[in-house]
T-cell receptor, first 116, second 115 residues
Framework: DTEVTQTPKHLVMGMTNKKSLKCEQH?????MYWYKQKAKKPPELMFV???????INESVPSRFSPECPNSSLLNLHLHALQPEDSALYLC???????????????FGEGSWLTVV | AQSVAQPEDQVNVAEGNPLTVKCTYS??????LFWYVQYPNRGLQFLLK??????LVKGSYGFEAEFNKSQTSFHLKKPSALVSDSALYFC?????????????FGQGTTLQVKP
């Protein structure tokens, strides 16, 4: 089973709203990721958590706030977003086999975010 | 700089014909290469990867990829294309960043298989 579950599938929010995206995996993976993807473009890395600690922040604006409550869950808190933040937000997790760069990263189906 | 290039924005092929989606890479050290597929309005699905060993890697849905170190390429292939293979394909290489690794993606290639 290589399932990464994301909720909600679709989210429409106003620029003053606060909302959250959620991600869950039960594969025992110890690294989890948030990516942002615009239509027909490659995913752009936002954050990486390794063993529940933030290990990479790709200079993401503070209106995006990640949280990793435990090894199975990853949240992305959204506040005061802009219309250009509308995109597909992908969560991913990485298998942990000897810490190799060859470990596979598995993606969820994504959350479609529209900021109005 | 470490990078991945997919030189074709779109590949068109007739159903039943062989297909190739091209990928070249530039990394320091050993390359860890991946192919992902994205169907419309879906997330990315892992197809296959090359870590070490046999240069011909077999993956999901009948796809395979050939690693060529001298040409720094990792082309995705399938002997007989299906209309259902029509999708966006991404090649990626995993590199170290800080104390962990991250994927560097190519720009993607849209595969269109016509009946």
């Amino acid at each position: 089973d290589t399932e990464v579950t994301q909720t909600p599938k679709h989210l429409v929010m106003g620029m003053t709203n606060k909302k959250s995206l959620k991600c869950e995996q039960h594969m025992g993976h110890r690294a989890m990721y948030w990516y942002k993807q615009k239509a027909k473009k490659p995913p752009e890395l936002m954050f990486v958590y390794s063993y529940e600690k933030l290990s990479i922040n790709e200079s993401v604006p503070s209106r995006f706030s990640p949280e990793c409550p435990n090894s199975s869950l990853l949240n992305l808190h959204l506040h005061a977003l802009q219309p250009e933040d509308s995109a597909l937000y992908l969560c991913a997790s990485r298998e942990s086999v000897g810490g190799s760069l060859g470990n596979t990263i598995y993606f969820g189906e994504g959350s479609w975010l529209t900021v109005v | 700089a470490q990078s991945v290039a997919q030189p074709e924005d779109q590949v068109n092929v007739a159903e039943g014909n062989p297909l190739t989606v091209k990928c070249t890479y530039s990394v320091s050290g050993n390359p860890y290469l991946f192919w992902y597929v994205q169907y419309p309005n879906r997330g990315l699905q892992f197809l296959l990867k090359y870590i070490t060993g046999d240069n011909l890697v077999k993956g999901s849905y009948g796809f395979e990829a050939e690693f060529n170190k001298s040409q720094t390429s990792f082309h995705l292939k399938k002997p007989s294309a299906l209309v259902s293979d029509s999708a966006l394909y991404f090649c990626a290489v995993r590199v170290f960043s800080g104390n962990t690794g991250k994927l560097i993606f190519g720009q993607g290639t849209t595969l269109q298989v016509k009946p």
